[in-house]
Structures are given as structure tokens and as C-alpha cells.
């Protein structure tokens, strides 16, 4: 297992509560997301690490959506990447199956240390931080992955079984700061 050292969350800690505008048009808290698993992450529109990973997302809600709500948060500077915009975000969300949340202020990415997108993080029923980190090992290329943490932390929560692997490295383009 790598050292969460570096991770502002820690395993064991509680979900932090937000309140942000979906590309729904509505604006979500946590208390509503019910299900039993919580997956929630930092992405964006332009990374081509979140953009590469997007169609696995769409797997995983695919598989795990009866079991998972899957939150997918976008923090970039709009101003300084476009692409970025909420606007934009509503285009690329009709490819999506994941709630995907605008969190203009940044404040959100800044109590979760999210630090990259896509940066996962894993919360059980008990909304209590169970994995965070990379989707799998393979950013590039989906043929080439060997090893699927997000999947494997998910599947484990579902068993009732402790996560495997609990920390990973997250892998991808920097939270663009105001």
C-alpha cells in the first residue's frame, strides 16, 4: 500500500458536505446521494487523462450503479481554460452517465485535497473515505491495464470485505487554481 502522507483526506476520514449546480440544472448536497457507495472525483473537460478515462467511468456507473452514486466535480479556473465553463460542461455531460457538478468557487476541491482530475475518492455507507486515488493503471491505454483499483475498492465495499488497496497515486492534469 502507497502512503497517504502526501493526501489532505485520510482513510477512515468523513465526507465533507457541498452544495454545487449539476449540469441538470439542480444543485446537490451530499445527503443526496443515498446509495450505498459513494464515488466522487475531480475531473474536468479538456485533461486528456479525464477524457481518456471518461468512457471507463461510464462503465463503472454501468456495473455499479445500483450500489454507487458516481460524482464527478470540476474545479478549473474557467476563466483561464474555457473549456472548462459550465457551459461546456452541459455539452460534454450528455456523453456522461455520472452526475457531474460545477464547483465554481473551488471550495470544494480544496477541503477534499483533490489534487489532479481525475482524482478518486471511495466513501462507504457510513460516508467514511475507503480508497482515493488513480481509476487503474493504465490511463493510455485501456488494453494495457493490469490493475483496476477503483473497481477493485468498489467491488470490495459491495462484498462487505476491507478495500485491497487503499491509497493510489493519482494520475493526471493539475487542479487549475484561481
Known amino acids: 500500500m502507497l502512503s497517504d502522507a502526501n493526501y489532505k483526506m485520510k482513510i477512515g476520514d468523513p465526507a465533507i458536505d457541498f452544495s454545487l449546480k449539476a ?14 457507495i ?21 462503465k463503472l456507473v454501468e456495473e455499479f450503479g445500483e450500489e454507487a452514486d458516481f460524482i464527478g466535480i470540476n474545479s478549473n479556473d474557467a476563466e483561464k481554460y474555457p473549456e472548462d465553463s459550465f457551459q461546456e460542461m452541459k455539452t460534454q455531460s450528455s456523453n456522461l452517465k455520472y452526475v457531474y457538478l460545477h464547483d465554481e468557487t473551488q471550495e470544494t476541491a ?8 481525475p482524482h478518486f475518492f471511495v ?34 465495499l459491495i ?20
Open 23 to 36: 449540469t441538470n440544472g439542480k444543485t446537490y448536497t451530499l445527503k443526496d446521494f443515498e446509495k450505498p
Open 38 to 58: 459513494l464515488v466522487l472525483f475531480f475531473t474536468c473537460n479538456h485533461c486528456p487523462y479525464a477524457q481518456a478515462y471518461n468512457q471507463r467511468i461510464n
Open 110 to 117: 480544496k477541503a477534499y485535497g483533490g489534487e489532479c482530475t
Open 123 to 156: 466513501f462507504d455507507k457510513e460516508r467514511k473515505l475507503q480508497y482515493q486515488g488513480r481509476l487503474d493503471d493504465s490511463w493510455r491505454d485501456e488494453s494495457q491495464v493490469t490493475k483496476q483499483e477503483l473497481k477493485e475498492a468498489i467491488q470490495a
Open 159 to 178: 462484498n462487505g470485505e476491507p478495500v485491497p488497496v487503499q491509497v493510489t497515486n493519482a494520475l493526471g492534469c493539475s487542479i487549475k487554481w484561481k
